[in-house]
């Protein structure tokens, strides 16, 4: 009788719960990175989290790029390690911006009908700006999925809204600068929002991406602070022509969210200008 060919049962057997532990044991070492990350009160250097963790330098440096590839954790500015997008976009995504999500769906379906572009509802969350909600563009061209895309707050209408109405500081030390149009000077982006706090919107045009332009108001909530930006964006030469229509529009889109948020007893501050604001404060 020929013996059978291949490695016997019981040792692919044993192979198995091997492979199976290995894997446990680096998925363990991965989430211990991710919790150490998280539950730190400042930034992790590599060093610090090789420390902390006790594994070998180059085990570290692999789990870290896996976790960094899958978004969840990234490095800052310095290069250290803070927790990643995917915390921040199922934070936005979830209470306590739900009922904001639910209540400006039909606005930006309006806002949406009403334009034929893409539309974005953005929220803050720390020092960023996430979006929470999009609906497509009724044109081919200019209809991607923003929700996931990391944006610098200058280099986008969402962000700048939170800029120029206060709710979010200019970024501290060198600003990025995607194109040449990015306006990347603190002061030139104080006096940009000043600009988009008279007009009641603010405005990117090729300064996240040559060709894109996009268009965003604020939306208020029950104390009068910001607590959403409200926009559209598309290709540049076809909106470059309908910048005032579409604020008009969507500031009329806007106000009628913050008033859902709001009370009807409320004006909405969108529609004050800067000195205004300034006097009423």
Not at 107 to 130: I, K, P, Y
């Amino acid at each position: 009788m020929m013996e059978p060919v291949g490695t016997p049962p019981a040792q692919t057997k044993e192979l198995s719960v091997s492979e199976a532990a290995t894997g446990t044991r680096a998925l363990d070492r991965a989430t211990d990175l991710v919790a150490t990350v998280v539950h730190a009160d400042e930034p992790m250097s590599f060093a610090d989290l090789q420390d902390a963790s006790g594994l070998a330098k180059s085990t570290t440096s692999r789990l870290l790029t896996a976790l960094e590839r899958s978004g969840l954790v990234e490095r800052d500015p310095a290069g250290s390690y803070v927790a990643g997008r995917l915390f921040w976009l199922y934070a936005a995504r979830h209470d306590p911006w739900e009922e904001l999500v639910r209540l400006a769906r039909p606005v930006m379906e309006r806002t949406g009908a009403g334009t034929g572009e893409t539309v974005h509802l953005s929220v803050t969350r720390g020092e960023r700006v996430v979006q929470v909600a999009q609906v497509d563009s009724t044109y081919l061209l200019g209809t991607r999925d923003w929700t996931e895309v990391d944006v610098p707050v200058h280099c986008s209408a969402l962000g700048k809204v939170f800029l120029a109405w206060h709710a979010l500081d200019i970024p501290a030390g060198e600003l990025e600068r995607p194109t040449p149009a990015t306006i990347a000077d603190p002061a030139e982006l104080r006096r940009d929002g000043v600009r988009s706090r008279d007009r009641g919107w603010a405005l990117t045009c090729d300064e996240l991406e040559i060709g894109l332009t996009g268009i965003a108001v604020p939306v208020f909530g029950i104390h009068g602070d910001v607590v959403a930006s409200l926009g559209v964006s598309g290709p540049t030469p076809r909106l470059e022509g309908r910048l005032d229509e579409l604020g008009h529009h969507l500031l009329d889109q806007s106000t009628a969210l913050s008033t859902l948020l709001r009370g009807p007893a409320h004006t909405d501050p969108a529609r004050r200008t800067a000195r205004t604001q300034e006097v009423v404060a």
